[in-house]
């Protein structure tokens, strides 16, 4: 892999690679933008099948960072990480400790948090090294496990996305397929449940397909068919690329809003949902909620603050859809131009020279 090269195509700032022989950490840091702030995003676990894999995922998720972080209005720039293990068999204390030290080493340019395959715990141990972590145990006065606050912006989300595409923000009897059961769909599922949608669920992992369908009366189907099923809402809340030339033919739903992280496996599929008639809801605005919530622990963290800044995710998916209707264009391209739009603006307004600047970690002096 050209790594130079890559980097140039969409202007990453910094790769981190860090290899601790004992602990087994193999881990890659990537920094994608800090015109708006230091780099916020989380730490994935993930059993690559080879190094290029896990460049492509980091790079991928750390500027899906910079677009997530500026659309919601943060002040924070865009990175990710990865570690390469099974997050099940692979994981122990010295691990995070090592990861830990490479983050304190950069000093506040990369603040990390949990993602797939690392939990509150995980965040723990590497806050004994740095305080650029979040989503660390509310024992500490923080703000703990992000997915139910990130299943919340998706049901905001997923209305104002329902209003677009279905004429009503009313998700009552409306039925939803959601692909993937895990942290964040679960929480999701309940809240689509108490209001009084059909759910049909699917996921590699069997328990948690049993238990949204013994709580929320579920219909599970397999995980090749969730993409035809009859339903008014397509929910992605497992891996990204999902949204690809063999699922769009099969799918039937008229709106997609989920929580997963890079839905469309390439750029050209916004613009053919749209061609389709499909309200999309672009991802990374959706499922905002999560970095939103542990971004507020860099003010000392307030979970009613927190929350009534997810609920600002409504309003926001619902501009994308505006943008997207009078400028003719798909809704990932309208998220992109929203995103942009504030950094550039941004880029400008930072411009001034100041001797002892004021920033957002300014705040935890
Ligand atoms: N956790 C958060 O706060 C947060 C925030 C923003 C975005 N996201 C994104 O949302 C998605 C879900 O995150 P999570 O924290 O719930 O992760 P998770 O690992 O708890 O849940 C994902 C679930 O998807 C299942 N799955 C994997 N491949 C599948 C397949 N092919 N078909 C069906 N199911 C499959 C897994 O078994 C797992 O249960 C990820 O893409 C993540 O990056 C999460
Ligand atoms: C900062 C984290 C909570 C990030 C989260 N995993 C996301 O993709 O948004």
Request: include cysteine.
């Amino acid at each position: 892999m050209k790594l130079f090269t890559k980097m140039e195509e969409k202007d990453y700032e910094q790769l981190v690679i860090c290899q601790d022989q004992t602990s087994g950490l193999k881990a890659i840091i990537a920094i994608h933008d800090t015109t708006l702030g230091p780099a916020l995003g989380g730490t994935r676990m993930w059993n690559y099948q080879s190094e290029e894999d896990a460049f492509e995922d980091v790079l991928r998720l750390s500027r899906g960072m910079t677009y997530k972080n500026a659309a919601a209005g943060l002040n924070l720039g865009g990175g990710k990480a990865v570690i390469i293990g099974d997050a099940r068999t692979d994981k122990n204390p010295e691990m995070f400790r090592a990861f830990g030290r490479y983050i304190q080493g950069l000093n506040g340019r990369y603040i990390t948090a949990e993602d797939v395959g690392t939990t509150v715990e995980d965040m723990d141990i590497i806050h004994d090294e740095t305080d650029y972590v979040t989503g660390i145990s509310p024992a500490f006065g923080a703000s703990g496990n992000p997915s139910p606050v990130t299943a919340y912006g998706v049901y905001v989300g997923m209305k104002a996305a329902a209003k677009a595409g279905l004429g009503s923000e009313d998700l009552a009897g409306k039925t939803i397929a959601v692909q993937g059961v895990g942290n964040v769909a679960y929480h999701l599922c309940k809240y689509l449940h108490e209001e009084g949608a059909q759910l049909i669920v699917t996921d590699i992992y069997k328990p948690s397909v049993e238990r949204a369908v013994s709580e929320f009366g579920a219909k599970a189907v397999d995980p090749d068919d969730i993409y035809e099923q009859d339903c008014d809402i397509f929910a992605p809340c497992a891996l990204g690329g999902v949204i690809n030339d063999e699922t769009l033919s099969k799918l039937t739903a008229k709106v997609i809003a989920g929580a997963a992280n890079n839905q469309l496996k390439e750029e050209r599929h916004g613009q053919i949902l749209q061609d389709m008639g499909i309200a999309y809801a672009p991802d990374y605005v959706i499922n905002a909620g999560g970095v939103i919530n542990v971004a507020d622990e860099l003010n000392g963290y307030n979970r009613d603050r927190a929350f009534k800044k997810v609920e600002g995710i409504y309003d926001n998916v619902s501009r994308v859809f505006e943008i997207a209707r009078t400028k003719q264009i798909p809704t990932s391209q309208a998220a992109d131009k929203m995103a942009e739009e504030r950094i550039e603006r941004m880029r400008y307004a930072r411009g001034t020279f100041l001797q002892n600047e004021h920033h957002i970690l300014s705040r935890k002096k």
